[in-house]
């Protein structure tokens, strides 16, 4: 009877702890970004940043195109990248945490088409803020401060960021 006992805690234990999501939404405080080309899931960039700490990955993500993407598959759950190929953490000033909200909060209070065209052969931007995801593409002259986000992230991320063009 001692040894059935042991082996239903056993197996109430593995399934308790093998039935968790691996799908998990991420905390709405945390900011992230992830930028990446359209039409493949490679060359993924992905931001983010909680508490001035910034962790930067380069990658694969897990779909090809934002196109079609549900809330699950979108960067605000924790499976959005499929492989990493390199990590980096850096801690931020406050005034560098405080410069990248400011362009958020001015890019959340623009009237922002939420779901723009994909445009191929180009970078596309997601980003999850204060509970919302935003999409854009990387060149959208109608918005200055994607501009200004990812001439930002550029510059403090501890990976550099290479947003090249294709021939």
């Known amino acids: ?19 968790t999501d691996t799908n998990k939404p991420v905390p709405e405080n945390n900011i992230i ?13 992905y931001f983010t940043l ?19 993407m549900t809330d699950r598959e979108s960067i605000a759950n924790t499976s959005f990248m499929k492989k990493v190929k ?3 953490t850096k801690q931020l000033s406050d005034s560098d945490t405080d410069g990248i909200i400011a362009i958020l909060d001015k890019l959340y209070t623009n009237d922002i ?14 980003i999850y803020y204060k509970g919302s995801v935003l999409t854009q593409n990387c060149w959208e002259p109608d918005y200055e401060e994607i501009n200004l986000l990812i001439e930002e992230l550029k510059f403090i991320s501890p990976i550099e960021i290479n947003l090249h063009g294709w021939a």
């Open 113 to 126: 088409n939420i779901e723009p065209p994909v445009v191929f052969d180009s970078w596309e931007i997601q």
């Open 33 to 45: 970004i992830a930028i990446y080309p359209c039409g493949t899931n490679e060359e993924t960039y």
């Open 50 to 68: 909680s508490d001035n700490e910034l962790n930067v990955k380069l990658g694969t993500k897990e779909h090809e195109s934002s196109v079609g």
């Open 1 to 19: 009877m001692r040894i059935i006992k042991l082996f239903l805690m056993i197996i109430l234990c593995f399934a308790i702890t093998s039935c």
């Open 86 to 88: 390199s990590v980096e």
